[in-house]
């Protein structure tokens, strides 16, 4: 692990402790194009204090090492749903809204420049439209489904869940796609160097978006569903 200090570059603190990237917004600091610069210059430039600005740095480093320790991978099947649903779900019903005003904005303004931001607001409605009926279902009918066969395992739960293990599976595979696609089409979300402020907030919350969902995957398919097969 690097040691952060006000000599690091914006962009390298990122990298190393990735949740810093919602301080630097509220800062104001950008830590995309112009990140490649040490952490002192960055905040003198926006008039700030840079020992304070370092020690918020540290706070969400100690932070995010506090919550890295212990592993979702470690814990129980019904825990596990609670995480999934706590980090992810809550996360992308709040996200996907917020973000549409503006995916629409961008592609009204900049669709005639940049024609495949055309293509990334479909995307986007198509993901959008996808997650939020997932999660729903998954919620509603899938996860207590799950939450029963554990506490009360039963041939008749194994075989009502089996067919909806194998549809949330191909439902991932197709999110996948779509997000593949959108990395494709944005140079995995690089914006252009005379991009405006809105361009590239889009790019980077659909970076994290597509991080966010790769991880949330990642337990249902290899976690989560792995050990309710293991059962039944």
């Known amino acids: 692990m690097m040691i952060l200090t ?3 570059t914006v962009a390298n603190i990122v990298k190393e402790v990735p949740r810093t990237g919602d301080l630097f917004r509220e800062l104001r600091i950008d830590f995309c194009c112009g990140g ?13 204090d840079v020992e304070e600005v370092l020690a918020q740095v540290l ?19 019904v825990e596990l749903i609670a995480h999934i649903q706590e980090k992810y779900h809550v996360k992308l019903r ?4 917020a973000l549409t005003p503006y995916v629409t904005k961008l592609v009204k303004v900049h669709g ?9 607001n479909e995307i986007f409605k198509h993901l959008k439209r996808e997650l939020l009926d ?27 869940l089996k067919p909806h293990l194998t549809e949330l599976e191909d439902e991932h595979e197709n999110a996948g796609n779509l997000l593949k696609e959108l990395n494709e089409i944005t140079n995995s979300f690089q914006p252009p160097d005379e991009a405006c402020g809105t361009h590239r907030l889009v790019l980077k919350r659909l970076a994290d978006l597509e991080a966010d969902t790769f991880h949330h995957i990642h337990l249902e398919n290899n976690v989560l569903f792995d050990r309710v097969r293991q059962v039944i």
């Open 94 to 97: 709040e996200e996907l809204p």
């Open 6 to 8: 006000i000599d690091t």
């Open 134 to 160: 997932h999660t729903d279902d998954e919620d509603k009918n899938v996860f207590p489904l799950i939450k029963e066969f554990f506490l009360n395992p039963s041939t008749e739960t194994a075989n009502l």
């Open 59 to 77: 706070e969400v480093e100690r932070k995010q090492a506090q919550h890295d320790r212990k592993l979702p991978s470690s814990l129980e099947p």
């Open 112 to 120: 005639e420049r940049y024609p495949h931001i055309i293509r990334v």
């Open 36 to 48: 490649k610069i040490p952490l002192h210059q960055a905040v003198k430039e926006r008039g700030l």
